[in-house]
């Protein structure tokens, strides 16, 4: 059995119900806005964010109403910042989809965006709990803060695995972590729980995103971005920030500074590329991931206790340090 069939088995029947929900909720009859809600719902994706709200409840309790419109409030903002994010980086696709600012332009897709966003707070308030609410909001205004400091950082000189660091606390991280808090919340879990299940989600995101940043150093065309996307965004991430800071290239620490500097061609971002590969920062991003992965299987091992669902949990850490796509 693959990965995903174990970390789904568990709450199968909760995610189909969770998947219907989300998808009743990018629904409308309008032509244009209910034809751009169409195009999002089409990406569809593995639902690893609702799926963990879901496990997390039912480790702590039981999968009610209130978690499912949790997730589906936490899934909706999250869609409602892609959608933004797209705008604000230009972007021309999505997940191997043309973005909704291509499909259309930047007018409807922030208007789409925020049509969504308003979706994400109408379901929430059905959850009537105070705790909840103030998670989602919070969430909202830390991943706004993450973009806002990712792009300033890209004008920063400093070459710093900190900063990385600091930015994917604000964006993946912060979601994982809300997603594992906010299910213990929904299922009546104490502060202590919710705060080591928040924990456990944070270093889950923290995983997660290196190793989709470890991607941007290969090709593939199931991953759905060329290589090099990342640089020729601005960003250096964490293989290249390692490669740079521990070896002395100064041609490297040029190209690092075009870079940032948007000036960088197609032909320099392979260069920078093969160098990260070569100077061993490709694994050391893969050691860091081990070690937030040992972190995260000390928690399933304290605070876990149904076999189904520490199954569940411990292939969920396994799929999102191996994952290939």
């Known amino acids: 059995m693959d990965y995903l069939s174990i970390i789904k088995q568990p709450i199968a029947t909760d995610l189909d119900d969770f998947i219907a929900l989300f998808n009743q909720s990018l629904t409308h009859e309008d032509g244009m806005l209910g034809s751009a809600l169409s195009h999002i719902r089409q990406r569809g994706g593995k639902r690893m964010r609702p799926i963990l709200m879901l496990l997390m409840a039912k480790n702590y309790g039981q999968i009610s109403d209130v978690t499912q419109h949790s997730a589906v409030g936490l899934e909706l903002l999250h869609t409602a910042s892609l959608v933004h994010d797209d705008v604000v980086d230009e972007s021309g696709e999505r997940r191997g989809q043309a973005s909704v600012n291509a499909t259309y332009n930047n007018k409807v897709a922030v208007l789409v965006g925020d049509f969504i966003l308003s979706t994400a707070l109408l379901h929430v308030s059905f959850t009537n709990h105070q705790g909840i609410v103030q998670e989602l909001s919070e969430l909202g205004r830390t991943l706004a803060a993450g973009e806002i400091l990712q792009l300033s950082n890209i004008q920063n000189r400093d070459i710093s695995e900190d900063v990385?660091?600091?930015?994917?606390?604000?964006?993946t991280a912060a979601l994982?972590?809300?997603?594992?808090?906010?299910?213990?919340?929904?299922?009546?879990?104490?502060?202590?729980?919710?705060?080591?299940?928040?924990?456990?989600?944070?270093?889950?995101g923290i995983m997660f995103q290196i190793r989709d940043d470890i991607f941007d150093y290969f090709d593939s065309k199931e991953i759905g971005k060329p290589t090099g996307n990342d640089m020729a965004e601005g960003k250096l991430?964490?293989?290249?920030?390692?490669?740079?800071?521990?070896?002395?290239?100064?041609s490297m620490q040029t190209l690092a500074k075009k870079v940032k500097a948007g000036t960088i061609n197609p032909d320099e971002i392979a260069v920078l590329v093969e160098f990260t590969k070569q100077q061993g920062g490709i694994d050391y991003a893969e050691e860091k991931m081990a070690e937030f992965s040992q972190i995260c299987m000390q928690y399933i091992e304290e605070n876990v206790k149904e076999k189904a669902i520490k199954d569940s949990l411990t292939a969920y850490v396994n799929y999102v340090v191996q994952r290939n796509y």
């Open 164 to 171: 990385y660091y600091q930015v994917i606390e604000k964006k």
């Open 176 to 204: 994982f972590q809300s997603c594992a808090a906010i299910g213990a919340l929904s299922a009546g879990a104490t502060d202590e729980m919710v705060q080591k299940a928040g924990e456990f989600g944070r270093n889950l």
């Open 237 to 250: 991430t964490l293989p290249v920030i390692y490669a740079l800071n521990n070896t002395n290239f100064e």
